[in-house]
């Protein structure tokens, strides 16, 4: 015997509800624009993140090209005061990393081929000075990740500091990576030289410009 569907307040509640198709779509725009939100929220804080890696070196950022022409002559010159930060965040300067010691000063970047090429002669040049002459290497515009990374997979031992801002190359002028700097124990710039060494001629450069012997 057929049984009748019983009206009222429970029944109402039993039967499956339809929403209506605008408000669908209302409900579906709403979530759209939390999900829009919550990701302008990440990505804004994301960028403070990487200004604060650069913020000890305020400046223009530059677009440096590995192999690109030099557009400055820094031999001669004197050490820029622009502030470096050390791999493990203490804050210095050439004059700092040179004092008293004829020096190389190699500027270079992790995505830089000719860069990574020349790295195992200066690791060479500094092993064979070791006592006479410092290797300093600075990397220009990379994070502290990328560069305590790139300082692992190349091996190198010699001092790494850090110039997330280019200010040094930028203050002479220069905007191609890699540039190699040969400063004399008293501060003096006595000779550079931008991209990289030719096989076997960095020793020579160091014996000619620093008169120290590899």
Not at 104 to 109: D, E, G, L, Y
Not at 137 to 156: C, E, M, N, P, W
Not at 189 to 210: E, S
């Amino acid at each position: 015997m057929p049984t009748d569907h019983p009206d009222g307040p429970a029944a109402d509640a039993a039967r499956p509800r339809h929403f209506h198709p605008r408000i669908a779509a209302i409900c579906a725009l709403v979530a759209l624009i939390v999900v829009l939100v919550a990701a302008l929220v990440a990505s804004s804080l994301s960028s403070k993140n990487r200004k604060a890696d650069t913020s000890a070196n305020h400046g223009t950022v530059l677009g440096l090209t590995p192999g690109s022409a030099p557009s400055g002559n820094i031999t001669g010159g004197t050490l820029p005061a622009a502030g470096l930060l050390m791999l493990d965040g203490r804050l210095t300067d050439l004059k700092a990393l040179t004092k008293g010691s004829p020096t190389v000063v190699n500027f270079f970047s992790e995505t830089c081929t000719p860069c990574i090429l020349e790295m195992p002669a200066l690791q060479k040049l500094a092993d064979a000075t070791h006592g006479k002459l410092k290797v300093v290497g600075i990397d220009v515009q990379d994070s502290l990740v990328d560069t305590k990374a790139f300082v692992r997979k190349t091996g190198v031992s010699y001092a790494i500091a850090r110039d997330p801002q280019a200010l040094i190359l930028s203050g002479f002028g220069v905007s191609n990576i890699p540039t190699t700097l040969a400063i004399s124990a008293d501060g003096r710039i006595v000779a550079h030289n931008f991209g990289q060494f030719d096989r076997g001629a960095l020793g020579p450069w160091v014996a000619k410009n620093l008169k120290v012997a590899s």
